[in-house]
T-cell receptor
Framework: KNEVEQSPQNLTAQEGEFITINCSYS?????LHWLQQHPGGGIVSLFM???GKKKHGRLIATINIQEKHSSLHITASHPRDSAVYIC??????????FGPGTRLSVLP | SQTIHQWPATLVQPVGSPLSLECTVE??????LYWYRQAAGRGLQLLFY??????ISSEVPQNLSASRPQDRQFILSSKKLLLSDSGFYLC???????????????FGPGTRLTVL
């Protein structure tokens, strides 16, 4: 079993839809990161979570440490949100494990 | 403000040739530095991280090495490239960690390496 899994693997949505991407993991962590990788390859760090919930614009990230699960939500999705979203596990920087990514396409 | 630079942006090299990728960070001191690789169709993999000059930790055995000759400079090298070294290489930095969870990592623009 992989240490970190994401679902769905691919997601196509219509502009304006509410989107949820899930991340489940099986190991202890100090934090979880959500990353956004654009088609050209560039990566932007969206959130770092160790508990609870964070919000930035139309993006919301939640984490449940007991259930070892995190979700990334996008409200009022837009074509520019099209990217690969990656969840990454962090154990004090000693062991950074990446999920396989979720490829999101938002159609106009 | 802090910025991170990587070069070159793209590179095509023959098998067996040497490699040197450079990453520099501006606007911060004593950052933690990281090298990642993303092979085609695969996820990101942490290759090396450094908490200070001359301090390098390797995450996976491989054909590559890393060095940190200056506080804000991180170099990824190989003496002889393999076909399997092809991929997208990303450098990242994070603020010096005192205790507690690692801070957010900030990624460079990446280098796309093709080994032929």
């Amino acid at each position: 079993k992989n240490e970190v899994e994401q679902s769905p693997q691919n997601l196509t949505a219509q502009e304006g839809e509410f989107i949820t991407i899930n991340c489940s993991y099986s190991v202890g962590i100090s934090a979880l990161h959500w990353l956004q990788q654009h088609p050209g390859g560039g990566i932007v760090s969206l959130f770092m979570l160790s508990s609870g919930k964070k919000k930035h614009g139309r993006l919301i990230a939640t984490i449940n440490i007991q259930e070892k699960h995190s979700s990334l939500h996008i409200t009022a999705s837009h074509p520019r949100d099209s990217a690969v979203y990656i969840c990454a596990l962090d154990n004090y920087g000693q062991n950074f494990v990446f999920g396989p990514g979720t490829r999101l396409s938002v159609l106009p | 403000s802090q910025t991170i630079h990587q070069w070159p942006a793209t590179l095509v090299q023959p098998v067996g040739s040497p490699l040197s990728l450079e990453c520099t960070v501006e606007g911060t001191s004593n950052p933690n530095l990281y090298w990642y690789r993303q092979a085609a169709g695969r996820g990101l993999q942490l290759l090396f991280y450094s908490v200070g000059i001359g301090q390098i930790s390797s995450e996976v055995p491989q054909n590559l090495s890393a060095s940190r000759p200056q506080d804000r400079q991180f170099i990824l090298s190989s003496k002889k490239l393999l076909l399997s070294d092809s991929g997208f290489y990303l450098c990242a930095w994070s603020p010096t960690r005192q205790r507690g969870p690692t801070d957010t990592q900030y990624f460079g623009p990446g280098t796309r390496l093709t080994v032929l």
